[in-house]
């Protein structure tokens, strides 16, 4: 077993320093993917003044949505008219006390969907609001350290006993008379079996090795967007078994549903991270002043292609098989999404400090074959609970891809 380092300070410094350059190099080759995403051409002009910019007063009309700006001027939106406005429909008509949705382009950055509701207490932008902890989906930064730190894969086995809610100490120490279960490190993504994910990271990497990985994909600073955002939080212990935990996603890490849907791009992106998008143009008195018609604007590449391609393998198993079966098919089995295959990610853990609440989540992509959108969904219920995060992101795909007329889908 690795030894841990007391020096966590420096691994957070490190993940901060990874989330904030344009892109992250060391044993990576990020030269050949990046050029494709680099059209010769010279950058746009930067645009105006976003100052007044109000994404919680969305005006949706049949083919533009927009929302105002200060000195009289106005944005006009890259969200989708109809898919926007299916989701937010939804969120109102569950009155769900909390809930946030973005729906972003695989490889544009162009955000499609971006619904904030809260039915219950002050109107915030909950999309931007990283208070929420990051629970199971933290699975995929670890899997990622896994893979590229720990030099695991897919089909590593890893056998174990207990950990279905929580992970005591003795359920971290191979025991052979116990450990009567065994399963893959993908299969224990798709079926967020925790054990699983505290022994390896117990095993394979530390503290610093996660906090990097976390860094590269953007904890530790705010994501160039539109509007302020709050940074996602990690701040990993060094005791062995409560970092163990923290590894399944039992605390100590946060996210906004906007840094979950790039993590999910990025993802789905073979590991290239792009600025999200949402400002199409801003106008005055039907002047355009300034339009977004520039090349995707790659933040940095957060994981090798092979290691993306590993977790996609893996989270296709949520979807498929694993603990998003049963919101993504019906009670015959049959897809919701038609011929459209998607990976994915939940993630369900209670408030520490309230045991009214319930976060629930799920990020994903689809097709997994040529990945169009990213979608993140996060939910926080209270103990009288009716839709939770993974039908509200089965619904976004719906919406997307009935409008797209794929085969099998229709509309939520």
């Known amino acids: 077993m690795r030894r841990y380092s007391s020096l966590i300070g420096f691994g957070t410094a490190l993940g901060i320093v990874l989330a904030l350059v344009p892109v992250v190099r060391g044993n990576i080759d990020v030269s050949e993917p990046l050029r494709k995403l680099r059209p010769a051409a ?29 000195q ?18 939804e969120m109102e008509g569950y009155r769900i006390p909390r809930s946030g949705v973005v729906l972003m382009e695989v490889k544009t950055g162009r955000i499609l969907a971006y619904a904030s509701y809260v039915g219950e207490g002050d109107k915030v932008d909950v999309n931007v609001r990283a208070d929420a902890p990051a629970a199971s989906v933290f699975k995929v930064v670890t899997g990622a350290a896994l893979i590229e ?94 970092f163990a935990r923290s590894a399944a996603g039992f605390y100590h890490s ?10 999910a791009q990025t993802v789905a992106n073979g590991g290239v991270t792009l600025e999200p998008r949402i400002v199409a143009s801003v106008m005055k008195d039907r002047e355009v002043l300034w339009r977004d018609d520039g090349p995707p604007r790659v933040l940095r590449r ?47 853990l209670g408030d520490a400090a309230d045991a009214s609440k319930l976060y ?31 039908q509200l992101a089965r619904d976004a795909l719906r919406a997307y891809f009935a409008q797209k007329g794929k085969k099998g889908v229709s509309a939520p």
């Not at 009289?72 to 429909?89: F, N, Y």
């Not at 955002?229 to 990993?236: D, G, M, T, V, Y």
Request: proline share 9%; hydrophobic share 40%.
């Open 42 to 70: 010279a950058a746009p002009a930067a645009p105006p003044s976003l100052d007044g910019l109000d994404l919680l007063r969305l005006d949706v009309r049949p083919t533009k949505v927009t929302a105002p700006l200060s």
């Open 72 to 89: 009289g001027r106005q944005a006009e939106l890259t969200l989708d008219p109809v898919v926007q406005r299916s989701i937010h429909s």
């Open 149 to 242: 730190k720990g030099g695991l894969g897919p089909d590593t086995e890893q056998c174990y006993h207990g950990g279905k809610s929580r992970i005591a100490a003795d359920e971290l120490e191979d025991n052979p008379r116990r450990d009567k279960w065994c399963a893959t490190l993908g299969i224990a993504l798709g079926r967020s079996i925790n054990v699983v994910f505290a022994r390896l990271a117990q095993k394979h990497i530390t503290p610093e090795d996660l906090t990097a990985v976390g860094g590269a994909f953007g904890f530790g600073a705010p994501i160039p967007f539109a509007v302020p955002n709050q940074a996602p939080e990690l701040k990993l212990p060094a005791d062995p078994v409560e």
């Open 254 to 263: 946060t996210l906004s549903p906007l840094a979950a849907v790039e993590l």
């Open 302 to 348: 957060a994981i090798k292609p092979e290691t993306a391609a590993d977790l996609t393998r893996m989270m296709a198993q949520t979807v498929a098989n694993g603990s998003a079966f049963k919101s993504f098919h019906d009670a015959a089995g049959t897809s919701f999404l038609g011929e459209v295959t998607a990976a994915g990610k939940t993630g369900t």
């Open 360 to 390: 629930t989540w799920f990020i994903g992509f689809a097709p997994i074959e040529a990945p169009e959108v990213a979608v993140s969904a996060l939910v926080v219920n209270n103990p009288s609970w009716q839709i939770k995060a993974p």
